[in-house]
Structure formats: C-alpha cells, structure tokens
T-cell receptor
Framework: ETGVTQTPRHLVMGMTNKKSLKCEQH?????MYWYKQSAKKPLELMFV???????ENNSVPSRFSPECPNSSHLFLHLHTLQPEDSALYLC??????????????FGPGTRLTVL | KNEVEQSPQNLTAQEGEFITINCSYS?????LHWLQQHPGGGIVSLFM???GKKKHGRLIATINIQEKHSSLHITASHPRDSAVYIC???????????FGTGTRLTIIP
C-alpha cells in the first residue's frame, strides 16, 4: 500500500468520450503530480499542484484538464483524446521541503487506451 | 542529449549475481532518486540521496556529486528484483523531477 490510490486502473475510451481519472493521497502531502508514461519513453511530467495551486503545466494539450479540489485529491479530465494519448497515467504526491521536494510516492497508475 | 542518462538499458543476470546500474546527469541537482517499477506499472521510491551512500537491505545507492554520477547496486540478486529501475534528479527550489529512460533488469533463476 503506497498511500496513493488511482481509479480506474484500466480505461478504454473512444475519441469522442469524456472521462476522468482520479487520484487520492492519504499521506498528508502538499504537492501532487500527473505523469504520462508511454512505451520506451521517460516519464513525462504533465501537471504539478503545490498547495492546491497549479505550478507546472508542461505544454500539455487542452484535451487534458487537471483539477485539484483539495490537497488530497487530484483529477485529470479527458475529452476528445487521440489514439497517441494511450499510455499509463501515473499520479504522485510529495511533501514540499525547503529547496525542493521530498520523495515522491506514486500511485499504481491508470492504463488508458484510446480507440 | 537527455539531462539524465542511464546504463545499461537492459541487463540480464543469473540469480545471486551482483548488479550495478549507472546514472549520469548533466545539471546541478538538489537530490537524486532511484525508483523501481514492476510489470503492471506501480512505481516505488527506493532511495533519495544528495551525497555519499545509502543502504536498504540488499540495495545500495551511491552518488558522486563532483562527477555527476550515481550507481545502484543489488547484492545477491533474486528473480523478484526483476523490474525497471529509474533514476531521477530534482533541482533546487523546483518540484519537478527529470527522469532517465530506465534500466530493465531481468534476473534468471
């Protein structure tokens, strides 16, 4: 049990669908992250929320829309995705410390397939 | 060139062998992380270090700040160690981590 949960674990959606990925952390952390992992590529940071404010948006297409209603929950809203968006989407949390961030704790990921 | 390079990309070894995975980086860092990803996707943080050496069970991580290099060692390797090992670096005053492409380790019984 890593303390970070993600739902759903698997998702298949058509290009016209709207769906949401959910992440919840039970560790009392103040920063949360969305990552994308495609085959044979390094983890790509998508969004960072620190103290519930978005502090990083790595040129992610607008068809991905994050939401952080409180420090324990993070959502990724998906709409009109493309097949190349099929990947493993990982959520992580950490505690911001002086000088940077402490260890990041990852959720199990959502395996997304866009048809 | 990636800011974080790992070698080797793939490594296959017999059970019991001593394993070394290397990570080199090209930027100033506040800390270096070693992560383990099992099939199925879940990622576990193994070490976070900014100097010297850390040990946890059969795993040892070292870092040389001057040479911008870190190694992850596994002693008495076991098939359950088979996973992808990922190196990542953090910068001062920044929440972001920059990741290497990972080393896929397979331990054969």
């Amino acid at each position: 049990e890593t303390g970070v949960t993600q739902t759903p674990r698997h998702l298949v959606m058509g290009m016209t669908n709207k769906k949401s990925l959910k992440c919840e952390q039970h560790l009392g952390h103040n920063a949360m992250y969305w990552y994308k992992q495609s085959a044979k590529k390094p983890l790509e940071l998508m969004f960072v929320y620190s103290l519930e404010e978005r502090v990083e948006n790595n040129s992610v297409p607008s068809r991905f829309s994050p939401e952080c209603p409180n420090s324990s929950h993070l959502f990724l809203h998906l709409h009109t995705l493309q097949p190349e968006d099929s990947a493993l989407y990982l959520c992580a949390s950490s505690q911001m410390v002086a000088g940077g961030t402490d260890t990041q704790y990852f959720g199990p990921g959502t395996r997304l397939t866009v048809l | 060139k990636n800011e974080v390079e790992q070698s080797p990309q793939n490594l296959t070894a017999q059970e019991g062998e001593f394993i070394t995975i290397n990570c080199s980086y090209s930027v100033g860092i506040s800390a270096l992380h070693w992560l383990q990803q099992h099939p199925g996707g879940g990622i576990v943080s193994l070490f976070m270090l900014s100097s010297g050496k850390k040990k946890h069970g059969r795993l040892i991580a070292t870092i040389n700040i001057q040479e911008k290099h870190s190694s992850l060692h596994i002693t008495a390797s076991h098939p359950r160690d088979s996973a992808v090992y990922i190196c990542a670096v953090g910068r001062f005053g920044n929440e972001k981590l920059t990741f290497g492409t990972g080393t896929r380790l397979t331990i054969i019984p």
